[in-house]
């Protein structure tokens, strides 16, 4: 089957971690607009020069800018049999620049919603892996350096476990700082609306309850996607 799948959700709802276990269940690359963008600022290629300030305050980079790049990546060979999009369309007129893409080609929407409070706390756990990129969660906060230009260890600062998948330095990410994170959740709630309501006017949209345990967000996105398959929409 051919899977065009879109995952909306508030950052923080897990869709990352959801969308890299689908990749790899239904064989089709995942794309996260944020996880390239935040390559390119560590690359420091002209990209990364480009979206760097407006990452850090949490606020979205251009429509054109990032549309530009998605069509550039749904181009690429492996994106033929489908693809898993995490973090784009975040805004109307990039839904709009997506159909065009598709061309007609049909493709499912899931909405992973998870209420803000929870959000909150989720990011105040996440860590991302200064060395291979991967997001995961601590158990408890404790005193660590922030993702950016300042960052380093100090003499005597306190230690931090390493990455488990590659033993390199687990950091927060400079847009999971608190002030940030309001700014990125009032964003998120300014443009994700109309997204929500775009795709289920067209009768795309699938809901699930992301408060649940991984695991069982997982079992309710495959329920969803192998439904969308039986249908005969996925082409
Ligand atoms: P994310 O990892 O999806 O939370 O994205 C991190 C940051 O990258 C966002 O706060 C935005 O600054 C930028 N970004 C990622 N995807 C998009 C997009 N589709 N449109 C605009 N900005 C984006």
Not at 29 to 48: E, K, Q, Y
Not at 59 to 80: C, F, M, N, P, Q
Not at 134 to 140: A, C, L, N, P
Not at 209 to 219: E, F, I, R, S, Y
Request: charged share 20%; proline share 6%; net charge neutral.
């Amino acid at each position: 089957m051919r899977l065009n799948l879109v995952l909306i959700g508030p950052p923080g709802s897990g869709k990352g971690t959801q969308a890299i276990r689908l990749a790899e269940r239904y064989k089709i690359p995942h794309i996260s607009t944020g996880d390239i963008l935040r390559a390119a600022v560590r690359a420091g290629s002209a990209l990364g020069q480009k979206v760097s300030a407006t990452m850090a305050s949490g606020g979205l980079v251009s429509d054109e800018l990032i549309t530009d790049l998605v069509r550039e990546r749904l181009a690429a060979a492996d994106a033929h049999t489908g693809f898993i999009l995490d973090g784009y369309p975040r805004t109307v007129v990039q839904a709009e620049a997506l159909g065009e893409m598709l061309a007609g080609a049909p493709m499912l929407a899931i909405l992973i919603a998870v209420e803000s409070e929870e959000i909150v706390r989720r990011l105040g756990l996440r860590r991302v892996c200064g060395s291979c990129g991967i997001t995961q969660s601590v158990s408890g906060p404790r005193p660590e350096p922030v993702e950016g230009p300042a960052s380093g260890h100090a003499e005597g600062e306190a230690h931090i476990d390493p990455c488990p998948y590659c033993g390199g330095p687990l950091i927060t990410r400079q847009d999971d700082n608190p002030e940030t994170v309001r700014h990125r959740l009032a964003t998120y709630a300014a443009f994700a609306e109309p997204v929500i309501n775009y795709y289920t006017g067209r009768g795309v949209l699938a809901r699930i309850d992301g408060l649940k345990q991984p695991t069982a967000v997982t079992v309710d996105l495959v329920a969803q996607i192998d439904a969308f398959a039986r249908s005969g929409m996925s082409g």
